[in-house]
Nanobody, 121 residues
Framework: QVQLVESGGGSAQAGESLRLSCSAS????????LGWYRQAPGKQREMVASITSANISTYADSVRGRFTMSRDNAKNTVYLQMNSLKPEDTAVYYC???????????????WGQGTQVTVSS
């Protein structure tokens, strides 16, 4: 059973940094894409950053230049380094993976449980 497990959330002051981690495990045949989404109270979930198996990265305009995503294929782990944090970055952050499992037949989207990031002035 494929699972995504997140860590690294917490509280920070504006201008400080946090790093989120997400590891995928369980019957993985291939990982097609990994990414991070976030959702603030009363808001829709939005993409923050994503990376394909070809290492093509995409960032939301609101975080470009401040957040950096990296991927360790050997560990099936993705990281989100968040620098120069702003109060508007406050949200629940979710790890996302598009993963083929089993013997290469089933491909679907998976989500982590979410981790709270709170940034104060």
């Amino acid at each position: 059973q494929v699972q995504l497990v997140e860590s690294g959330g917490g509280s920070a002051q504006a201008g400080e940094s946090l790093r989120l981690s997400c590891s995928a495990s369980g019957g993985i045949f291939s990982v097609n894409a990994l990414g991070w989404y976030r959702q603030a109270p009363g808001k829709q979930r939005e993409m923050v950053a994503s990376i394909t198996s070809a290492n093509i990265s995409t960032y939301a305009d609101s975080v470009r230049g401040r957040f950096t995503m990296s991927r360790d294929n050997a560990k099936n782990t993705v990281y989100l380094q968040m620098n120069s944090l702003k109060p508007e970055d406050t949200a629940v952050y979710y790890c996302y993976g598009r993963i083929t499992s089993g013997q290469g037949i089933t491909t679907r989207d998976y989500w982590g449980q979410g981790t709270q990031v709170t940034v104060s002035s």
